[in-house]
């Protein structure tokens, strides 16, 4: 009687086991990862190109428009 009860108790604690533990190991697929830029970054990298290219271009147009006049000259 007591094998029985052993036995009993055993198949138990194992069909427990058996339906507990697959869904303990089962988990919710991680969520993507935000984008690494969202676009503004690139936006900004344009304009911060296109400011250099202002600039350069006002330095290259300017003594052009400015040798006319003899600001500096003695």
């Known amino acids: 009687m007591a094998m029985a009860m052993v036995l009993t108790a055993l198949i138990a604690i194992a069909s427990v086991m ?3 533990l697959p ?3 089962a988990q919710a697929m ?3 990862p935000s984008p690494a ?3 503004t ?3 900004q990298g344009i304009a911060y190109i296109l400011m250099l290219v202002a600039l350069v271009l006002t330095y290259l147009i300017h003594p052009m428009d400015a040798s006319s006049y ?3 000259s003695t």
Do not use: E, K, R
């Open 37 to 39: 830029s969202d676009g």
């Open 70 to 72: 003899n600001f500096f």
């Open 30 to 32: 991680a969520p993507a």
């Open 23 to 25: 869904c303990a190991q």
């Open 18 to 20: 058996l339906i507990a």
């Open 41 to 43: 970054s690139v936006d």
